[in-house]
């Protein structure tokens, strides 16, 4: 890995909202509880729903919302934004 590679990749994500709370929702499962905070957020679990359609080829869909500093933040929305903002850094290399 090319010198500073590793502090550059820190400091992205450490300065990226999605991010760093996509870190520490990862990390939060990972321990089963979250020990240091990159994002300095409260997050916490919030609904999910499941559909099932039956007609035709069934298919089954998840969603999955966190509460992060109370607001709603539909997971798909985070990981999206993430993908971007990894877009974004790559293209600085």
């Not at 990862?26 to 997050?43: E, Q, V």
């Not at 039956?54 to 798909?76: E, H, M, Q, R």
Request: hydrophobic fraction near 35%; glycine fraction near 8%.
């Amino acid at each position: 890995m090319p010198s500073g590679i590793k502090k550059r990749v820190e400091d992205f994500i450490s300065n990226s909202k999605c991010l760093s709370i996509c870190g520490d929702i990862a990390n939060g499962a990972k321990h089963f509880t979250l020990i240091s905070s990159r994002s300095n957020c409260d997050i916490k679990k919030g609904n999910t729903h499941f559909t099932l359609e039956c007609g035709g080829i069934p298919k089954i869909s998840a969603k999955y919302t966190y509460l992060v500093d109370g607001n709603a933040l539909d997971a798909f929305d985070l990981a999206t934004a993430c993908l971007q903002d990894w877009k974004k850094f790559l293209e600085t290399l």
